[in-house]
């Protein structure tokens, strides 16, 4: 069982836009710490998607946004594509475990 | 450029002692960034975090394995190397060694990741 609870899969048409959630408790998000997301393609090695829960890396299509509210933090994605399909981890520190913890990933289906 | 790769065996015995060593480059101390980390992924599961070394030597390990970990860095090679002891099935995963960035105003998050080695634990 994660620290951070994602749902397993989304799914969204071409185009359409999707929303990730990442639920965390007063230990995580909630005591403020930062959530970062991660995408991960098929078969690769995670990729920084957001940090500090709403800043964009260079490179990263402004498709891509984060939020953060209480212990809950969130991942749009905005013009659905293909090649977006991917499992997404959220990620957070965590001061009663002295742990840095990832959600469980959510499997993002293209229709 | 910045690169990451991970090396080390591909098959353990259980019981037996696991090295991995993460080569970079395009990273040190002086370009900025909190340190090294290692971590894992069991087949079709999520990521685990495992181990830190910050670029001053200072190490943290996740709790649960923080008995079996050892974590270490040769700034002169550009290497990371993680050595977990006792090696269970259950420790079979791919393992990926990353760079971490600290910010006051963003945390400390993981921004350039090596491919990743996939370990087997079987006898």
């Known amino acids: 069982q994660s620290v951070l609870t994602q749902p397993s899969s989304v799914s969204g048409a071409p185009g359409q836009r999707v929303t990730i959630f990442c639920a965390g408790s007063r230990s995580n998000v909630g005591a403020g710490y930062d959530v970062h997301w991660y995408q991960q393609l098929p078969r690769t090695a995670p990729k920084l998607l957001i940090y500090g829960s709403i800043i964009r890396p260079s490179g990263v299509p402004d498709r891509f946004s984060g939020s953060k509210s209480g212990t809950s933090a969130s991942l749009a994605i905005s013009g659905l594509q293909a090649e977006d399909e991917a499992d997404y981890y959220c990620?957070?520190?965590?001061?009663?475990?002295?742990?840095?913890?990832f959600g469980g990933g959510t499997k993002l289906t293209v229709l | 450029q910045i690169t990451l790769r991970e090396s080390g065996p591909t098959l353990v015995k259980p019981t037996q002692t696991l090295t991995l060593t993460c080569t970079f480059s395009g990273l040190s101390r002086s370009s900025g960034g909190a340190g090294m980390g290692w971590f894992r992924q069991p087949p079709e599961k999520a990521l685990e975090w495992l181990a830190l070394?910050?670029?001053?030597?200072?190490?943290r390990y996740s709790p649960s394995l923080k008995n079996r970990l050892t974590i270490t860095k040769d700034t002169s090679k550009n290497q990371v190397v993680l050595t977990m002891t006792d090696l269970d099935p259950v420790d079979t995963a791919t393992y990926y060694c990353?760079?971490?960035?600290?910010?006051?105003?963003?945390?400390?998050?993981?921004?350039?990741w090596g491919q990743g080695t996939l370990v087997t634990v079987s006898s």
């Open positions: 990620q957070s520190y965590d001061s009663s475990l002295s742990d840095w913890v």
């Open positions: 990353a760079h971490s960035t600290y910010h006051d105003s963003a945390g400390l998050y993981f921004d350039y």
């Open positions: 070394i910050y670029w001053d030597g200072n190490t």
